[in-house]
């Protein structure tokens, strides 16, 4: 059973419940509604938001909150991002910000490397106008910083996580909300979404919250527990609904810590490191389904599901498009 999804003219949710919120500038970059998909598994029921789906140069989360990151920006401005060697968002921040006419520099540290990474590493280094390798994180921020202080580009943070590039991720889960509301799926018990910088599962909690929909927001860590906590979490989402009260004047709802958990059992001890749950969980979504999902992120947040068989419906929000890795050639 699947939501197809529209390619027609689309409203964004959160406008409609917050027009005020239309004088924040957005450029539209994505397909949205993105579809939903039930898939059999042992695990329990499972549906599947089809973030993959998000976009004709390039899907993933991404592209959500992209949309307003790179709102304002012209042909031939500078943007400037940074992250992981082989980093999803790094590639989408290229593509969409060279679609637009800019020069996109990326500025990246080391990882543990596997097939998809590099594939995805490539790509950037042939899409963005300029790609700077530093040692470790700090090195690539501090050279991030000279930049942004003698060239003055459009800075886009790390994994587009921001008050601002959470809204794309708020607005995801008004989307559902409309889905469910549609009866195109269930209410879902939980999603699990993968948890890197946080941007995603932040944004979901908030939205969440702001529909009194009672889902549990199951983020599965894929870096270390410093950057991957609930306390980060909640932080981002505060941070976006504080935004969005000084945009609108109204009061907004927040999650609810105990509706967030986080679970590190899937990260792997690195980020980019491959796992064997992983792999299993790879392989039986591409054999059954003939879904592609990435090591770094996707697999293991589908590990996570279905290593722990749970009662009701589970959503999977798929973060990853696998053309970015295809088109790397």
Same mark, same amino acid.
């Given at each position: 059973?699947?939501?197809?999804? @529209? ?7 959160? &406008? ?14 994505? @397909?949205?509604? @993105? ?10 029921? #499972? ?5 993959? &789906? +998000? ?17 304002? %920006? ?25 679609? $637009? ?13 596997? %097939? ?29 910083? $000279? ?14 996580? +921001? ?6 991720? %708020?607005?995801?889960?008004?989307? &559902? ?26 944004? $979901? ?5 702001? @529909? ?26 505060? +941070? ?52 592609? #999902? ?20 589970? $959503? ?14």
């Amino acid at each position: 059973m699947a939501d197809p999804g @529209t390619h027609a003219p689309f409203t964004l949710p959160l &406008l409609l419940r917050h027009p005020a919120l239309a004088w924040v500038p957005r450029v539209r970059l994505g @397909t949205f509604p @993105t579809p939903v998909e039930r898939v059999s598994t042992p695990a329990g029921e #499972l549906w599947i938001k089809r973030d993959d &789906l +998000s976009g004709a140069a390039l899907g993933g989360n991404k592209v959500r909150a992209l949309e307003f990151l790179l709102a304002g %920006v012209n042909r031939d401005d500078e943007v400037l991002t940074v992250g992981a060697r082989g980093s999803t968002h790094a590639l989408a921040t290229a593509v969409h910000g060279t679609s $637009l006419g800019a020069r996109v520099t990326v500025v990246r540290w080391r990882q543990e490397m596997n %097939v998809d990474a590099h594939a995805v590493a490539r790509r950037i280094e042939s899409t963005a106008n300029e790609t700077i390798d530093a040692r470790t994180p700090v090195d690539a921020m501090l050279r991030a910083l $000279l930049i942004r202080v003698t060239r003055r580009p459009h800075w886009v943070p790390a994994g587009g996580t +921001s008050a601002l590039g959470v809204l794309g991720h %708020v607005n995801a889960a008004l989307e &559902l909300a409309e889905q469910v509301a549609a009866g195109r799926l269930p209410a879902p018990e939980r999603i699990v979404v993968p948890l890197g910088t946080g941007g995603t599962s932040a944004g $979901l909690a908030l939205g969440l919250a702001m @529909t009194a929909l009672p889902v549990t927001v199951v983020c599965a860590s894929v870096v270390p527990r410093i950057i991957a906590n609930k306390a980060r979490v909640l932080r981002v989402a505060h +941070s976006c609904a504080r935004f969005i009260e000084r945009c609108t004047g109204a009061r907004i709802a927040r999650p609810d810590p105990a509706r967030i958990v986080v679970e590190h059992g899937e990260y792997g001890g690195a980020y980019g490191r491959e796992t064997e749950r992983g792999r299993e969980a790879v392989r039986w979504m591409r054999a059954t389904h003939g879904v592609s #999902l990435d090591a770094t992120y996707s697999a293991k947040a589908l590990a996570a599901i279905l290593g722990t068989p749970r009662p009701g419906p589970t $959503l999977f929000w798929l973060t990853y498009d696998a053309r970015g890795a295809r088109g790397a050639g």
